[in-house]
């Protein structure tokens, strides 16, 4: 069942550590108030009955007669039955009915299997879960190339599927609508229990006027003030069978404050499944889908981005009302159109199946057909010309003329001959272009706001520290990750006035970036770290201008090993690689020519040097 899953009863119990925590605080929290609303339904239930109790009198037993009367000791239990439908309004009659029949419709949805309970979101958040776990303790088996194959299908079915965004916003939807209703009507009921009730079809509240002031300050009295001489006909609420009897509601004030405390934990519900409903509209940064802008500055090698993100919130909104409109007045005439089609095609038998051509093969025969007529006409238009040549040449007389004009005539002759043998050239030429393989047009990429892998990961970030599931995104896409960050030697110098030795790393990239934008009211990635030396581990210091970088006091002449990790919020997220350095005895020479921070690079340059130097005495 639904709540089943939110209360996640094998996880709590130890059973069940394959699977995620896939409810956050806000579900729980609107299964924990619905709970309650069933509670204070069944509590109100015991403690008034069945029935509304009313107790009714005669208007004799007044204060004149002291309710000395002999008719104030008679038991009226068969009056109080005539007086029920003249005295007790719909909700005080009801309103024990209503508060039981509210708390079984919010429990009773927890029971559809809409999002909780269904065994198609169950089964998205298990398959993220075997690539996280294997992706998380680094098993050999994610170094297999079909392994890496099955990942990525498994990726892309979560890139390309919005199930459990839909299914969310639909439960969330109809628990939103539930939650209003359920309010509004508890508030209507509530009103008629104070001054300002709402039936007008309803004996007055009091029998002396002027005692039932309507204003602000009297909202939660239910009763007139009492005067000075208190009796049961000056504190009833209603009058009876034409003023002869005065009735009293008395379970009138337990009504009023379940009422006002019903009140409440539906506005509340009604809260929290709004937020929930925001959450699945996939807006980035807005209602817990912080992830959305991380994965929307992630790129590949390339420079490309990786995922397709819809930042402006604007656009998602249209985008998302257009997707509500289309489901709601286009789709279902799509279903019946489909539907119709289904069920008046005409079925072909097997023989009829083969005999009807394919559409490429149709066009590949077109192709076919027309390069054959052009060159069949190509070969007419050459024998035409062939057997014009020949027919000119007969009729030709030999006579002696000019040297020039044969020779100057031939070419004005040959000329519109010329020009007719280009004429097909240019027209094929033309066809040839007409025929060209025109580029396939693409679909653009749709926006992935609202697909089922960024809605699992900002699900789990509620359970799941951010920074966890940022760097698990180094493990899937091509992505540097904050492990890569090492001793930037440019940087990192030796402060020979102190002989402390500070330590700056590179940046890892973006990966940095959003770890720092995620970790910016946290104090952001620190670096923590030590050096080994011969005289024992040295503690470090964080210098005032950069608290990335550590700073550790030397002794010149020693060799020193660094060790370090970034961590955040208290947690260690990568372990870098260990850095090796020799402190020399002069530093002289450096200081000559870049001051009193030498930079790294310059001691190892010229230990490098004298390596090399020596090397080649030796081998000489």
Not at 362 to 370: D, V
Not at 482 to 510: P, R
Not at 563 to 583: D, E, H, I, P
Request: hydrophobic share 40%; with cysteine; proline share 5%.
């Amino acid at each position: 069942m639904a709540f089943l899953d939110i209360l996640n009863i094998p996880s709590l119990m130890g059973r069940d550590l394959h699977s995620f925590k896939r409810a956050n605080i806000y579900d729980k929290l609107d299964l924990a108030l619905a709970g309650t609303v069933g509670l204070i339904g069944a509590l109100v239930l015991i403690l008034n009955g069945f029935s509304s109790p009313l107790l009714c009198v005669p208007a004799s037993c007044n204060s004149d007669s002291g309710n000395s009367h002999p008719n104030c000791a008679l038991d009226w239990t068969y009056q109080n039955a005539l007086c029920k439908n003249d005295v007790l309004s719909l909700p005080d009659a009801s309103f024990h009915y209503l508060l039981l029949v509210l708390s079984l419709l919010l429990i009773g949805l927890l029971t559809v299997p809409i999002y909780w309970g269904s065994n198609k979101s169950k089964e998205l958040f298990d398959n993220f879960y075997y690539i996280w776990a294997k992706l998380k303790n680094g098993d050999e088996e994610c170094k297999d190339v079909e392994w890496k194959r099955r990942m990525n299908f498994v990726l892309d079915q979560l890139k390309s599927s919005k199930s459990l965004t839909t299914r969310y916003a639909l439960y969330h939807g109809l628990a939103l609508i539930l939650d209003l209703l359920a309010l509004t009507a508890v508030v209507l009921y509530t009103l008629n229990f104070t001054v300002f009730g709402l039936d007008a079809a309803l004996p007055p509240l009091d029998i002396i006027e002027g005692q039932n002031a309507t204003s602000w300050s009297g909202l939660f009295n239910s009763q007139p003030p009492l005067s000075a001489e208190p009796t049961l006909a000056l504190s009833s609420k209603a009058k009876c069978a034409g003023g002869s009897f005065v009735c009293d509601i008395p379970n009138r004030d337990i009504f009023k404050w379940f009422g006002v405390l019903t009140s409440l934990l539906l506005l509340v519900k009604t809260i929290i499944n709004l937020k929930c409903l925001l959450f699945s509209l996939g807006l980035p940064g807005l209602f817990g889908r912080n992830f959305l802008i991380y994965a929307d500055q992630l790129n590949d090698n390339f420079g490309e981005p990786i995922y397709n993100i819809q930042i402006n919130p604007i656009i998602v909104l249209l985008q998302t009302v257009g997707v509500v409109l289309r489901l709601i007045f286009i789709a279902p005439l799509q279903w019946l159109i489909a539907f119709c089609r289904f069920y008046s095609q005409r079925h072909y038998s097997p023989k009829e199946i083969i005999k009807r051509l394919s559409a490429t093969n149709i066009r590949a025969e077109l192709k076919e057909t027309k390069k054959l007529e052009k060159q069949a006409k190509a070969l007419e238009t050459e024998v035409a010309s062939e057997d014009a040549k020949n027919k000119d040449a007969k009729k030709e007389k030999p006579k002696e003329e000019k040297k020039e004009k044969p020779k100057e005539e031939p070419k004005e002759k040959d000329t519109p001959k010329e020009k007719e043998k280009e004429k097909p050239k240019e027209q094929s030429k033309e066809d040839d272009k007409k025929d060209e393989p025109k580029p396939t047009p693409l679909v653009t990429k749709p926006a992935q706001n609202w697909s089922d892998l960024f809605f699992i990961i900002d699900t789990l970030s509620y359970n799941i520290d951010m920074c966890d599931l940022i760097l698990f995104m180094t493990k899937m896409n091509p992505v540097p990750g904050i492990e890569n960050k090492k001793v930037n030697v440019d940087v990192s110098y030796l402060d020979t006035t102190t002989n402390t030795l500070v330590f700056s790393h590179t940046d890892a990239g973006v990966m940095e970036s959003l770890l720092d934008t995620e970790l910016s009211t946290s104090g952001g990635l620190q670096i923590v770290g030590w050096l080994e030396g011969p005289t024992g581990n040295v503690s470090s210091q964080k210098p005032q201008d950069n608290p990335k970088n550590l700073a550790f006091s030397v002794s010149l002449g020693s060799t020193y090993e660094f060790v370090s990790a970034v961590y955040a919020r208290g947690r260690m997220l990568a372990r870098l690689q260990n850095f090796t350095f020799q402190c020399p005895q002069d530093t002289k020479k450096q200081m000559k020519k870049y001051g009193a921070n030498v930079p790294l690079a310059a001691f190892i340059s010229q230990s490098l040097f004298q390596k090399f130097s020596s090397d080649q005495g030796v081998g000489a």
